[in-house]
């Protein structure tokens, strides 16, 4: 007979992008996506005309608080149910803002976690934007503590369901489903990048889910660097099914889960626009934040790491 495993304390590394707290912080929070490199002062006016677009501040900051607070609740609730004695402790870490994720990598480690299991909140895996994240916190941890990475988790079913809960809360049964994720250059997307094939999934999976009969999966938010990006931009999608009829779009950002300025500014405010030019109507389903249905499954993925389990499992 096996003997009982004794309970262990899990560090879970929640890791988001990050935003400035102000307009004051937008030049270095800008000078760090750009690897250092500080931009011109027409770049910090357009970026700050955008955050002035939506209010001044990025929400994203607190959603992804709220995001970590919730996870935890989840993770007690999920401690608790199993009975195995583990405690989960959560520590949120920015890529490109304070805390970041070295911050919350040592606070974990000094917390006196047995193993660390690293979570971004994103979806779908590229080298160049999740693949960094891990490569960050497991440097930071630098093999003082075991340290699992949760690659991508794109095909969840629980994923699928509450972005399908959303699409069809808009009531709009005959409108075009475009299911958009954050443009990457090209460059840095190699031929056996997993990006593309995983967003291009997801929207299978939820144009299935909701029984749409043809949809389109498109890019949003791309950069600059005189590189090509990934297309279609959801902008030139737009504009390209009003030439075929389309009437009305709605667009998931699969690819996305809080409210900040990709979602408030690049499709609230630039593709929305797009559409009433072309006479498409548009729609945009609601972020999944900290929706407890969608900390629920952040916990069981960080539980299912942890204990090596790979299938989900079904929380009642």
Same mark, same amino acid.
């Given at each position: 007979?096996?003997?009982?495993?004794?309970?262990?304390?899990?560090?879970?590394?929640?890791?988001?992008?990050?935003?400035?707290?102000?307009?004051?912080?937008?030049?270095?929070?800008?000078?760090?996506?750009?690897?250092?490199?500080?931009?011109?002062?027409?770049?910090?006016?357009?970026?700050?005309?955008?955050?002035?677009?939506?209010?001044?501040?990025?929400?994203?900051?607190?959603?992804?608080?709220?995001?970590?607070?919730?996870?935890?609740?989840?993770?007690?609730?999920?401690?608790?149910?199993?009975?195995?004695?583990?405690?989960?402790?959560?520590?949120?870490?920015?890529?490109?803002?304070?805390?970041?994720?070295?911050?919350?990598?040592?606070?974990?480690?000094?917390?006196?976690?047995?193993?660390?299991?690293?979570?971004?909140?994103?979806?779908?895996?590229?080298?160049?934007?999740?693949?960094?994240?891990?490569?960050?916190?497991?440097? +930071?941890? /630098?093999?003082? &503590?075991?340290?699992?990475?949760?690659? *991508?988790?794109? #095909?969840? =079913? $629980?994923?699928?369901? @509450? %972005?399908?809960?959303?699409?069809?809360?808009?009531?709009?049964?005959?409108?075009?489903?475009?299911?958009?994720?954050?443009?990457?250059?090209?460059?840095?997307?190699?031929?056996?990048?997993?990006?593309?094939?995983?967003?291009?999934?997801?929207?299978?999976?939820?144009?299935?889910?909701?029984?749409?009969?043809?949809?389109?999966?498109?890019?949003?938010?791309?950069?600059?660097?005189?590189?090509?990006?990934?297309?279609?931009?959801?902008?030139?999608?737009?504009?390209?099914?009003?030439?075929?009829?389309?009437?009305?779009?709605?667009?998931?950002?699969?690819?996305?889960?809080?409210?900040?300025?990709?979602?408030?500014?690049?499709?609230?405010?630039?593709?929305?626009?797009? +559409?009433? /030019?072309?006479? &498409?109507?548009?729609?945009?389903?609601? *972020?999944?934040? #900290?929706? =407890? $249905?969608?900390?629920? @499954? %952040?916990?069981?993925?960080?539980?299912?790491?942890?204990?090596?389990?790979?299938?989900?499992?079904?929380?009642?």
């Amino acid at each position: 007979m096996t003997a009982p495993t004794a309970p262990r304390t899990v560090g879970v590394l929640l890791m988001a992008h990050g935003t400035p707290s102000g307009p004051d912080g937008i030049e270095a929070f800008y000078t760090h996506i750009r690897r250092g490199r500080p931009p011109t002062a027409q770049e910090v006016a357009e970026l700050a005309a955008r955050y002035a677009a939506i209010g001044g501040v990025s929400p994203l900051g607190e959603r992804t608080r709220a995001q970590a607070k919730c996870l935890a609740v989840a993770l007690d609730a999920r401690s608790e149910r199993d009975g195995n004695g583990d405690v989960y402790v959560v520590a949120l870490g920015n890529k490109h803002a304070d805390p970041m994720i070295e911050d919350a990598a040592e606070e974990l480690v000094s917390r006196g976690v047995d193993e660390i299991v690293g979570l971004v909140l994103a979806p779908h895996f590229a080298r160049r934007s999740v693949g960094e994240y891990h490569e960050r916190s497991v440097a +930071a941890v /630098a093999g003082r &503590v075991a340290a699992r990475t949760i690659a *991508s988790w794109h #095909d969840e =079913p $629980a994923l699928i369901g @509450l %972005l399908a809960a959303r699409v069809e809360a808009l009531a709009a049964p005959h409108a075009l489903l475009v299911v958009t994720a954050h443009s990457l250059p090209l460059p840095a997307l190699g031929r056996d990048d997993p990006y593309v094939a995983q967003v291009s999934h997801t929207a299978a999976l939820l144009a299935d889910a909701i029984g749409a009969s043809r949809h389109r999966v498109a890019w949003q938010s791309g950069g600059r660097g005189g590189v090509a990006w990934l297309e279609p931009d959801i902008r030139d999608v737009i504009v390209e099914e009003a030439g075929r009829g389309t009437q009305a779009v709605v667009v998931c950002a699969a690819g996305f889960t809080a409210e900040h300025l990709e979602v408030a500014y690049d499709l609230d405010i630039e593709a929305a626009a797009v +559409a009433a /030019a072309h006479g &498409v109507t548009f729609a945009r389903t609601e *972020s999944l934040d #900290d929706d =407890p $249905a969608f900390c629920a @499954l %952040l916990a069981d993925l960080a539980v299912r790491s942890a204990t090596g389990v790979r299938e989900p499992v079904l929380v009642s």
